[in-house]
């Protein structure tokens, strides 16, 4: 098994930066892509990007690329979304997932936080 827990949500203005953070512990996440969602009450679970074990691949859903980028460090398991030039629409509950498989599929995922709330006033 592997737990994850997100940190650094917050409330913050339409302009503003975030950066939120994921942190695994347990069972070795070797090989897993890394990938952030996000959710707002009523909607599915929507994909903002995603992270290869190695870095060398990077993916950002339409609605983010340009503005959010992501990272990890596989000695510290850990990684981050940086997230500029927010706006109110991105106001969600952000999750951290792990997968081997497809990284724009929540069904794919094996293991995900407990979210973080992140919300941008106008």
Same mark, same amino acid.
Do not use: H
């Given at each position: ?18 950066? /939120? &953070?994921?942190?695994?512990?347990? %069972?070795? !996440?070797?090989?897993?892509?890394? =990938?952030? +969602? ?12 995603? /992270? &290869?074990?190695?870095?060398?691949? %990077?993916? !950002?859903?339409?609605?983010?690329? =340009?503005? +959010? ?27 951290? =997932? ?25």
């Amino acid at each position: 098994q592997v737990q994850l827990v997100e940190s650094g949500g917050g409330l913050v203005q339409a302009g503003d930066s975030l950066t /939120i &953070s994921c942190a695994a512990s347990g %069972r070795s !996440y070797y090989s897993y892509i890394m =990938g952030w +969602f996000r959710q707002t009450p009523g909607k599915e679970r929507e994909f903002v990007a995603a /992270i &290869s074990w190695s870095s060398t691949i %990077r993916d !950002y859903a339409d609605s983010v690329k =340009g503005r +959010f980028s992501i990272s990890r460090d596989n000695r510290k398991s850990t990684g981050t979304l940086r997230m500029d030039s927010l706006k109110p629409e991105d106001t969600a509950v952000y999750y951290c =997932g792990l997968t081997r498989s497809s990284n724009r599929d929540p069904s794919r995922y094996d293991y995900w936080g407990q979210g973080t709330q992140v919300t941008v006033s106008s």
